[in-house]
């Protein structure tokens, strides 16, 4: 931030002003974080209200931070650039051939796709192989080097206090290019009742921690999202990871009757590969239960509708996405985008 006008009439606290900004963004940053309350003693429920505006005014000067510091995976930035690296290849593969087909033929197998999606022991939930060991690393690394900054890291939602919101470390780009091009089709393809054109085009993505001494659980709830990606980056136990930290399944909002009130059906994380991934409807209720040891870190991708609006009206099936439709859109909205782009170099 730069102090308006010119500097020939500086009064003294024009002058102390100038001094404050002459200083380096980074350590303005870090003069700033002395205000945050510590994080143990913040509240484990509503926390999205914590500060909101401290953190909407100081947003540029924290990026101009994060620039002075610096990132330790670049890569990870540019994710469609780097994507063999760091989408499983057979998840890669399996789309990139159904997208195909849906561009040429007028009907669509979906069944590759489908036989990677495992149902787990919670109806309605399914795993997917998502990421790369090598992302999984990476990105618990870069979180680890942007704390190591001392730049102020808000917490990543209202009920989790350890963690990151990934868009504050300027992974938006790559978030968005995974739920796009991913995870939305997926969440078409699993949910067409609730999932439709527009209902997933905007993420939200975090990632939390867990580890004794710090968050060890979190309470049951639903997520703010018609479609939740819950990808485990940690090593599970057999690896000499964490332990614990099952994923507790209950009903779903606006679907299910009494759905807080229906038996628990649970799915363990520290049994799933690192980059193996939970899919679930965000009005699904779930639970994390407490972790025994280690350290569980995961990352979150809330997917919802534009100013973040979440479907819970069912569709009928004759108002359902095609696999044509699911498998289209995202080369139909590059085109577009391209479209645009030339349109605006040409003046
Ligand atoms: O810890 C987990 O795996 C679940 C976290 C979660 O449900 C959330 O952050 O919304
Ligand atoms: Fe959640």
Redesign the pocket.
């Known amino acids: 931030m730069k102090p308006p006008g010119g500097m020939l009439a500086l009064s003294a606290i024009q002058a102390n002003t100038c001094a404050a900004a002459s200083q380096s963004a980074l350590a303005r940053a870090r003069e700033l974080a002395k205000a945050l309350p510590d994080r143990r003693n913040s509240s484990a429920t509503s926390g999205e209200v914590e500060m909101a505006w401290w953190w909407v005014d100081h947003d540029a000067l924290f990026q101009e931070a994060q620039e002075e510091w610096g990132r330790r995976h670049e890569a990870l930035y540019q994710l469609e650039a780097n994507e063999e690296r760091f989408i499983r290849v057979e998840l890669r593969e399996a789309i990139a051939a159904v997208e195909a087909a849906a561009l040429r033929d007028a009907t669509v197998d979906e069944s590759a796709v489908r036989r990677l999606l495992r149902q787990t022991e919670a109806p309605g939930v399914w795993a997917v192989p998502i990421f790369t060991p090598a992302f999984c690393e990476m990105v618990i690394q870069e979180v680890q080097h942007y704390e190591a900054s001392g730049i102020p890291l808000r917490r990543?939602?209202g009920?989790?206090r350890y963690g990151a919101i990934l868009d504050q470390l300027g992974l938006e780009d790559s978030m968005a290019y995974l739920s796009r091009r991913y995870l939305r089709p997926l969440g078409q393809l699993l949910y067409p009742y609730l999932i439709s054109t527009g209902d997933a085009d905007e993420h939200y993505a975090?990632m939390?921690r867990?580890k004794l001494g710090e968050d060890t659980q979190?309470a049951e709830?639903a997520?703010a999202s018609v479609l939740?990606l819950?990808a485990n980056l940690g090593l599970p136990a057999s690896q000499g990871g964490f332990k614990g930290?099952r994923?507790a399944f209950r009903g779903t909002r606006f679907i299910d009757e009494a759905p807080q009130k229906m038996a628990a059906a649970h799915v363990s994380?520290d049994a799933m590969e690192p980059g193996e991934g939970l899919l679930h409807l965000g009005g699904h209720y779930?639970a994390?239960l407490p972790i025994e040891s280690g350290e569980?870190v995961?990352l979150?991708v809330?997917l919802h509708g534009k100013y973040e609006v979440v479907r819970v009206a069912p569709y009928k099936q004759e108002e359902q996405l095609s696999a044509k439709e699911r498998w289209t859109a995202f080369s139909r909205e590059r085109a577009e985008e391209r479209l645009q782009q030339a349109r605006s170099q040409l003046g």
């Open positions: 990543p939602n009920m989790n975090f939390v867990y979190l709830h997520d939740t819950n930290g994923l994380f779930h994390a569980r995961n979150i809330w």
